[in-house]
Structures are given as structure tokens and as C-alpha cells.
């Protein structure tokens, strides 16, 4: 452990019981942070928790151990994600460690964001860019302009569309309102908005504290299976 780092100021009553049962689980270490933010990282039983010295605050800290709190339940978001995907050749490069990343991250802030709020803490602090609208001008008309030339799909735009889709469905600032945004997604390609939506709906009904049977496994397996039959016919370029 970082002696700089006081880990009592970044817990209260509130967390308190989410750090104990982490630290029950793994081995915890905690790191200044390079980037001036909170963030964890995880390789097996062995998790990191980087913390911004110059900035303590506990809802900040307490948004990072509840990404630890869904790995106390080894729901293993991103890796199953990644190992699903990457079964075709062509998944693999349209959802890069990048899209895959910003994908199962935004999930995973979905899962999360009701236990935060229920805890009492500031919804305005559960993400850096809170106050930032995610929808840039011109952007999902860039996305239509680009996105396919006959059978011929432009992957840029196509794991933009998938970006921006999830960066709207999972903004966790009720204020705004990206209905306008998501109806041209719709309108730029009807099946894989209904594909992506389906997914990003069984998500909203899933309970990590209750998967017994490793329903999440499931339900990336079940959106590898829907986007199989829209690739077919299209060249990706």
C-alpha cells in the first residue's frame, strides 16, 4: 500500500461493508494515480485501486469498489465480453479492445448506479464527464454519411454507432435527453439498433448479486448469436 494514500478518508458508512467484503476476496493494493483519476484494475485475485492524491473523495472511491463489488461475484463483464466476441474474425475487429472496453464499462456503470444512489451518494460525482453532453454536433450524421456504400460497411462507423448508442442509453445524467440522437441511429440501421437495444434491455432486468447460473455468460452469447445473421451479405471495410 501506498503510506501516501489514507483509505480512511475515502470510507464511510456508507462503503464501508462493500471495502470489507473486497478486501475479504482480494488482494487490495492502492496506487496514486497517473491520470489524476479514480479508476481498478483486476488480474485474478489481485486488485488495484488508483486514487487521485490531491483529490480525496469518498463517492469517487466508492464508484470504483463497486466495479469491485460485481467481481466479488466473479460476473467477469469485459472478459466474457472480449471471449465471445472474438470468436469471428469479424467481431474481433469491429469490437477492438477500445469499443469492447467502453461497451462492458458502460454496463457494468448501469448495474451500478442504482446501489450508488441507493447508498445516499452524489449522482452528479458517479462519473468524471457527468455534465458533458454525449451527443457532438453533426456527429450521428457523420456516422449515416459514412456508414455503408451498397453491401459495403465502413467499421469506424458501425463501432461508432455501437459507442454512441451506449454512451446514450447509459448517461446517468436524467437531464439529458438523447431521443433525436437515437432515432437517427434507427433510422441509419434499423436491425442492428434493434439488436443493440435487445442487449442493452436484458442487462437492465439482470441481477449480479443473483446469477447462479451464469446468466451473463448467457446473454453475450445470445447477442453473438443475433449479430451473426446482420453480418451476413456485408463486407466490412
Known amino acids: 500500500m501506498n503510506n501516501a494514500i489514507n483509505i480512511l478518508s475515502l470510507i464511510d458508512d456508507r462503503s ?25 484494475y483486476r488480474i485474478d485475485k489481485q486488485m488495484t485501486f488508483y486514487i487521485p492524491i490531491d483529490h480525496y473523495c469518498v463517492d469517487s472511491f466508492s464508484h470504483e469498489l463497486l466495479h469491485g463489488y460485481i467481481d466479488c461475484f466473479e460476473i467477469y463483464l469485459g472478459s466474457n465480453f472480449k471471449n465471445t466476441m472474438w470468436q469471428s474474425n469479424i467481431l474481433r475487429i469491429l469490437f477492438d479492445n477500445q469499443l469492447a472496453e467502453h461497451l462492458t464499462n458502460s454496463i457494468s456503470h448501469t448495474l451500478m448506479l442504482p446501489l450508488y444512489l441507493d447508498r445516499g ?12 453532453f454525449k451527443a457532438e454536433a453533426g456527429f450521428i450524421n457523420r456516422i449515416g454519411k459514412n456508414y455503408k456504400q451498397g453491401n459495403r460497411y465502413n467499421l469506424l462507423a458501425v463501432r461508432n454507432f455501437i459507442g454512441k448508442f451506449f454512451a446514450f442509453k447509459c448517461d446517468p445524467n436524467p437531464t439529458f435527453d438523447y431521443e433525436d440522437e437515437l432515432g437517427q441511429l434507427r433510422k441509419i440501421d434499423l436491425q442492428l439498433y434493434r439488436i443493440v437495444e435487445n442487449y442493452f434491455l436484458q442487462w437492465k432486468d439482470y441481477d ?18 443475433n449479430l451473426k445473421p446482420w453480418m451476413n451479405g456485408k463486407k466490412f471495410i
Open 16 to 40: 464501508r461493508d462493500l471495502y470489507e467484503l473486497i478486501t475479504s476476496k482480494f488482494e487490495v493494493a492502492f496506487e496514486s494515480s497517473f491520470n489524476g483519476e479514480y479508476s481498478v
Open 208 to 225: 449480479f448479486t443473483d446469477d447462479e447460473f451464469s446468466d451473463y455468460r448467457i446473454i453475450n452469447s445470445d447477442f453473438y448469436a
Open 121 to 132: 451518494f452524489d449522482r452528479t460525482k458517479f462519473l468524471l464527464d457527468y455534465h458533458t
